[in-house]
């Protein structure tokens, strides 16, 4: 009876709330973090990316400023700035 009542509850969560396993989605959107990147650093964004590390986004924003600067910014997807180095072109190999 009880084993019933458990598979029952899960069959019941999969078909009304979706799939449980799947991953969340990023609390921010790429345009979102690309903000707060450019709101520490003025430049232009050379390249841009998303990636998944360990069930989370993180966003890697590469800025080229002044001169032969370029930033490298990592903004995980709560918003918050985790990594922020400058490097020249050949050190970022941005293209």
Request: proline residues 2%; glycine residues 8%; charged residues 25%.
């Amino acid at each position: 009876m009880k084993s019933k009542l458990f598979m029952g509850l899960i069959v019941g969560s999969i078909l009304l709330g979706g799939n449980i396993f799947a991953a969340a989605k990023p609390l921010l959107t790429l345009q979102q973090a690309e903000q707060v990147a450019l709101s520490k650093v003025n430049g232009e964004i050379e390249k841009e990316d998303a990636v998944e590390k360990h069930n989370k986004t993180i966003f890697s924003f590469f800025i080229k400023r002044s001169g032969d600067v370029v930033t490298h910014i990592l903004v995980n997807e709560k918003g918050k700035i985790v990594r922020i180095a400058d490097e020249t072109p050949e050190m970022a190999k941005v293209k």
